[in-house]
């Protein structure tokens, strides 16, 4: 085992009910890493962090913290703290005291808990609202004072389960950037949970894509987004157009007829393959230009860009450009090579990637918070 992994899940199955929950997991995690575990509802990445933190024991496999098997040891004798998505707070302490209380349990010295609830204070924020009442904190300041209580035991590994899920969009972004500034500041690996993807992308150094119970694709933002590994992560990591295609040779691909020019290699001859084209590497061009061809269905403007749907012979394409266009439309679209991107086929295979019955309406609705397993 290389020694930079703190943790190494192994062969991880577990069941609920006769259920896989769990199916075979393996997974490492580096030494101050910020990793997220995102997935859908039901996915099995609650359960995951569960297991880490001691709360569940698998049916089968090993869970290794610096190369020791940590099975049947119970949460607090482990090296890590969880912050969860009710902060779990004592509405009766004020602040300063609940950022003590895991040291005063532990009976550290008077002088020593003073000094390091000020260090935590400052690390979070919030000095000055030491004798400030818990109930009179705002979502973001409880957060806060939730991680501080957290990681001032100094604990390896700080385990978050959607720990912003319960804040406004702005609060958000702000505590996302504060997330990462904390975890930066004290040098312990974080993995933390969420169904948003965004989040997911802009906080971690390397993000795990859970689907039922399995792990999809583990990499850094840049590749999960840019080099999906199947039809799945493609769509549920932003928004995707995913086209059957046959490999004709190394760098030629065929998609609705006609031949492009690819950076891919190393497919079978005639090989049926799944396509991924991001909305926003097509370029909308003059019918005569055009590598493709077809009618603007759906116009929506979200601020930056507009999001065109254009049917080409029955499949509906995204685009996002900032160049307008109208319902009826007759267009042209250009792809370039490196917006090509080449995938194996996989069981979730002509599932995703048609935007046919995409609207608005359906966006809001798969906005709406999930309840986690």
């Known amino acids: 085992m290389s020694n930079n992994n703190i943790i190494e899940l192994k062969n991880i199955t577990v069941e609920f009910d006769g259920e896989k929950v769990l199916d075979d997991l393996n997974l490492s995690i580096k030494d101050k890493e910020f990793v997220t575990l995102l997935g859908q509802s039901g996915c099995g990445k609650t359960t995951t962090l569960r297991i880490i933190a001691g709360f569940i024991q698998p049916q089968t496999g090993d869970v290794f913290f610096d190369g020791k098997s940590e099975l049947g040891i119970p949460p607090h004798k482990r090296p890590v703290n969880t912050v969860f998505q009710r902060y779990a707070l004592f509405p009766n302490y004020n602040v300063y005291d609940n950022i003590a209380f895991g040291l005063r349990v532990s009976k550290v010295p008077k002088k020593e808990i003073d000094e390091r609830v000020k260090a935590m204070l400052k690390l979070v924020n919030l000095e000055g609202f030491e004798k400030r009442s818990i109930t009179k904190l705002s979502g973001g300041q409880q957060q806060r004072v939730a991680i501080a209580r957290a990681v001032i035991n100094q604990p390896k590994v700080l385990l978050l389960d959607e720990p912003l899920a319960a804040l406004d969009l702005k609060l958000r972004k702000d505590m996302q950037n ?128 507009y999001e065109i749907i254009i049917d080409v012979e029955g499949f509906k394409w995204m685009i996002q450009t900032t160049d307008e266009s109208k319902v009826g439309d007759k267009v042209g679209l250009y792809i370039e090579p490196d917006a090509i991107h080449v995938m194996k086929k996989s069981k979730y295979s002509g599932k995703y990637g048609d935007y046919s019955s995409y609207s608005d309406e359906m966006d809001r609705m798969s906005d709406v918070n999930e309840v986690e397993e």
């Open 178 to 305: 504060e997330l990462k500034n904390i975890q930066k500041k004290l040098g312990i690996t974080f993995i933390y949970v969420t169904h948003d993807q965004e989040e997911a992308l802009s906080l971690s150094d390397t993000v795990v894509v859970m689907h039922e119970g399995k792990i999809q694709q583990i990499g850094t933002p840049i590749d999960i987004y840019n080099e999906p590994e199947n039809a799945f992560v493609a769509d549920f990591i932003g928004e995707s157009n995913i086209i059957d295609g046959i490999m004709k040779a190394d760098y030629k691909v065929a998609l609705v007829g006609k031949t492009f020019d690819c950076l891919d290699k190393g497919f079978e001859h005639n090989e049926p393959v799944d396509v991924v084209i991001r909305p926003e590497d097509v370029d909308i061009v003059p019918v005569e230009k055009g590598m493709l061809v077809g009618e603007v269905t759906s116009v929506l403007f979200r601020g930056v860009h």
